[in-house]
């Protein structure tokens, strides 16, 4: 188990920045990679941003590329997701993901635990 929470949401205007973050607990956050997703509201939950277990090789959705910035720092089981620019279409409940997959991947499926979300709410 690899129990995951969200903090960092709110309500910011648009071309704001928010920092969300994930903690994991236990010993084994570094033998996972980590992904974003995120749900707005009437609309299936979608990809975001991946890094690797050792924080290399960040994957961005087109959407948010250029604009969110994806960071981990494994001494303290944490992942980040850095969001500038914001925009009112990034609106949406956030959640982190961590997979055991050895490969970058945006299927839901091949996420082992998920977060419980965090609300960003971006007003024009």
């Known amino acids: 188990q690899v129990p995951l929470v969200e903090s960092g949401g709110g309500l910011v205007q648009a071309g704001g920045s928010l920092r969300l973050s994930c903690a994991a607990s236990?010993?084994?956050?570094?033998?996972?990679?980590m992904g974003w997703f995120r749900q707005a509201p009437g609309k299936e939950r979608e990809f975001v941003a991946f890094?690797?277990?050792?924080?290399?090789?960040?994957y961005y959705a087109n959407s948010v590329k250029g604009r969110f910035t994806i960071f981990r720092d494994n001494s303290k089981n944490t992942v980040y997701l850095q969001m500038n620019n914001l925009k009112p279409e990034d609106t949406a409940v956030y959640y982190c993901?961590?997979?055991?997959?050895?490969?970058?991947?945006?299927?839901?499926?091949?996420?082992?635990?998920w977060g419980q979300g965090t609300q960003v709410t971006v007003s024009s």
């Open positions: 236990g010993r084994t956050f570094s033998s996972y990679s």
């Open positions: 993901a961590a997979s055991s997959r050895f490969y970058k991947t945006e299927a839901e499926n091949e996420y082992d635990y």
């Open positions: 890094i690797s277990r050792i924080g290399i090789s960040p």
